[in-house]
């Protein structure tokens, strides 16, 4: 008699421990809005310092041309030597902008694939012999809907796929050379 009654305390104690340890108090007035998913969560992400400005791309450097709009006469190139990719996952490059009238305008640029955004770091000085570090910007949302969305057709084309770098730098230069964009190499 006494082992059961015994079992019978120990039985009791035992479901008020785990019924404490469960310890529902009822509903509440959490905000369950703020929840972030592990990928999501913003990390503190620290851009790379930047070493230096590549060299202007000369009258007879050969650029790689691509295809921003049917609508707009500009016509957009990159300096394949300038093109990096960055341990903080932003892909470097200069830019070559030229007009119908073979009016220029040269940039050195960076497109950070995680955030969709892009920086100015450097322009052509109004000598047309240096770079201008006077014009750099900070990162800037990417504009899809502008006539001149060269950002746009850059990081969805050629840089950038699921928020990463596609591969390295002569990766991208090969696929911008051949006219490979992301949209032709899904399978």
Known sequence: MKRLALAAVCAAAASSVLLAGCGSSGPTNKDDSAFVYLLDRKGNWQENKLEGLPALPQANTPLLG??????????????????????????????????PTGARNVNYEGI????????????????????????????????????????????????????????????IVENIRYGRTQATLVR
């Open 66 to 99: 691509f295809v921003v709009s049917n609508n707009t006469p500009l016509k957009f190139s990159i300096d394949p030597a300038s093109l990096t990719v960055g341990t903080d996952g932003v892909v470097r490059y200069t830019i070559v902008i030229t007009s």
């Open 112 to 171: 950070r694939c995680d955030t969709y955004e892009w920086r100015l770091y450097a322009s052509l000085d109004a000598d047309h012999n240096g770079w201008d570090q006077t014009v750099a910007n900070d990162w800037s949302r990417i504009e899809n809907g502008t006539l001149n969305a060269y950002h746009s057709a850059l990081y969805q084309d050629y840089f950038c796929a699921n928020k990463m770098p596609v591969g390295k730098a002569s990766t």
